[in-house]
């Protein structure tokens, strides 16, 4: 079964409004996770690299204020898109590392985020 | 020159063949080997990890890594129609770094 659970699995939202998308750790206790972007037929796209207590690290080109990223346990991670515009529709993938089995990656489910 | 190359595809296959998919990577720093399958509209679901040069094997699948060569396989046997999916290869270092290779696209036809 799923390590590593992710919701909504599909959000419509309005422009201009924020939504919110939550990563959390089932089986184990994540001190990293990552969230992705991905468009369609394209690779994995790293937005940034959330810390658990601390804060985000945004790859470059990613805007911190407009994708807020809160890792505020061990076992959860939100990204939250703020003013959301068409242009960020997207699928939304966060992954999570597990120590204790050799610093595997697990990723969530995925999100699906259209924003009319 | 990317860190890790992957032929993106596609890559198609009559029910039953034999599947190779292959990476190379540049960094011989890193230490961790993984495959990852997608499914269209879903997240990449982890398949096969090793951290050592050889074979490793699981059902119809075997990853291999050749760290000398700095490749990296892996192969499917008795491939099946639901094998149709975008096969990531990734490889990892310490604090959870990963790159990912941009996935090659495979369709296995019944």
């Known amino acids: 079964g799923a390590v590593v659970s992710q919701h909504p699995s599909r959000v419509i939202c309005k422009s201009g409004t924020s939504v919110k998308i939550e990563c959390r750790s089932l089986d184990f206790q994540a001190t990293t996770m990552f969230w992705y972007r991905q468009f369609p037929k394209q690779s994995l796209m790293l937005m940034a690299t959330s810390n658990e207590g601390s804060k985000a690290t945004y790859e470059q080109g990613v805007e911190k204020d407009k994708f807020l990223i809160n890792h505020a346990s061990l076992t959860l991670s939100t990204l939250t898109v703020t003013s959301a515009h068409p242009e960020d529709s997207s699928f939304y993938i966060c992954?999570?590392?597990?120590?204790?089995?050799?610093?595997?990656?697990?990723f969530g489910e995925g999100s699906w985020l259209t924003v009319v | 020159q990317k860190e890790v190359e992957q032929d993106p595809g596609p890559l198609s296959v009559p029910e039953g063949a034999i599947v190779s998919l292959n990476c190379t990577y540049s960094?011989?720093?890193?230490?961790?080997f993984m495959w990852y399958r997608q499914y269209s509209r879903k997240g990449p679901e982890l398949l096969m990890y090793t951290y050592s040069s050889g074979n490793k094997e699981d059902g119809r699948f075997t990853a291999q890594v050749d760290k000398s060569s700095k490749y990296i396989s892996l192969f499917i046997r008795d491939s099946q129609p639901s094998d149709s999916a975008t096969y990531l290869c990734?490889?990892?270092?310490?604090?959870?770094?990963?790159?990912f290779g941009a996935g090659t696209r495979l369709f296995v036809k019944a």
């Open positions: 992954s999570a590392g597990d120590q204790g089995k050799g610093n595997t990656i697990y």
């Open positions: 990734a490889i990892g270092g310490g604090g959870f770094k990963t790159i």
């Open positions: 960094n011989s720093a890193f230490q961790y």
